[in-house]
């Protein structure tokens, strides 16, 4: 009998071609599936049928699933990993820009010519006021990367090739993933010696116990005078107040984040994206892949991996 994969989000057509018609039925409602397929979606652990037997996650951080309560269920629950690491990485090469540069200003100025039909006018006009947007170069600059990961290690390299010195922190890094990083990361043995000496910092990290509120007041206010934070993992690791009051009164210039949060939006010493670093076709692509690969592989085989 062909087994039930509940998707609870649109997955990606060619993650879904990974579990073959023959054997498998794929829907967005089924009483008694056999796995669950997702992507964003808030699962709680009352939705989750008794007849599940595994979970995948085409994604890479898995705080949207409730993992603790599947582990006492006995669900595996599996995530992809990398699969949108370079997704991610491209964005926080904008982020660096968007830090470095007066983009989001000059583009803001911009559409409100938008009645300025004169040319000549136009140019007058952008000449007398783009010295406002005058930015600094990353050439020189530091990065800290904060957790080097499939996606830190990644933003550190190529934070590398355009010219800036890079600093990592990551007590958790094994040692093969040390051995692959390039020697020219730098390490830092703690958390507020990386805050201390880094122009850009880039936060790379799940939302665990031991992540939630980790970049707090003291770490903020320990930062260079200018400094730039940019956090496309997840909101919860920084304390918001703290964030605040470091924009406010401290020594941080600007802080640009891949989640909207009420009390950050429409201030001009933040930029905010909504939660779009993995939004590409190849991310969705690679994270649906894998996550249905590793479905199947346990559904067919029992196996349980992660990647
Ligand atoms: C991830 O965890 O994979 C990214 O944050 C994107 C997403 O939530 O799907």
Not at 213 to 242: H, K, P, S, T, Y
Request: aromatic share 4%.
């Amino acid at each position: 009998m062909a087994k039930q994969i509940l998707t609870l989000n649109a997955i990606s057509v060619k993650g879904l071609e990974r579990l073959p018609r023959e054997d498998y039925e794929v829907a967005s409602e089924f009483a008694h599936p056999d796995a669950i397929l997702l992507r964003s979606h808030k699962l709680k652990s009352e939705d989750i049928p008794d007849s599940v037997l595994a979970i995948g996650r085409a994604g890479a951080g898995t705080n949207n699933v409730p993992v603790a309560d599947c582990s006492k269920r006995g669900i595996p629950v599996f995530n992809a990993p990398g699969a949108n690491a370079n997704a991610v990485k491209e964005l926080v090469a904008v982020g660096l820009l968007l830090g470095s540069r007066g983009i989001v200003e000059g583009i803001d100025y911009v559409a409100t010519l938008a009645n300025t039909t004169d040319k000549a006018e136009l140019n007058k006009t952008l000449e007398a006021h783009k010295k406002e947007f005058k930015g600094s170069e990353l050439v020189g600059k530091t990065l800290g990367v904060v957790g080097l990961g499939a996606i830190g290690s990644m933003v550190a390299e190529m934070a590398l090739t355009m010219g800036m010195d890079v600093i990592g922190y990551d007590p958790a890094l094994s040692v093969e993933a040390a051995w692959r990083l390039s020697s020219q990361v730098q390490r830092a043995d703690t958390l507020s010696a990386l805050f201390a000496k880094c122009d850009y910092i880039s936060l790379h990290l799940p939302v665990l116990d031991s992540t939630r509120g980790l970049i707090n007041a003291e770490l903020l206010a320990a930062m260079r005078e200018g400094a730039c934070l940019l956090n496309f993992a997840r909101q919860e690791i920084v304390d918001e107040d703290a964030l605040l009051a470091a924009l406010e009164s401290g020594p941080l210039r600007k802080y640009i984040a891949d989640f909207p949060s009420p009390g950050l939006i429409g201030r001009d010493d933040v930029i905010l994206m909504p939660h779009i670093g993995a939004s590409t076709e190849e991310a969705e692509d690679n994270c649906a892949i894998m996550a249905a690969n590793q479905l199947r592989d346990f559904l067919e085989n029992g196996n349980i991996r992660n990647s």
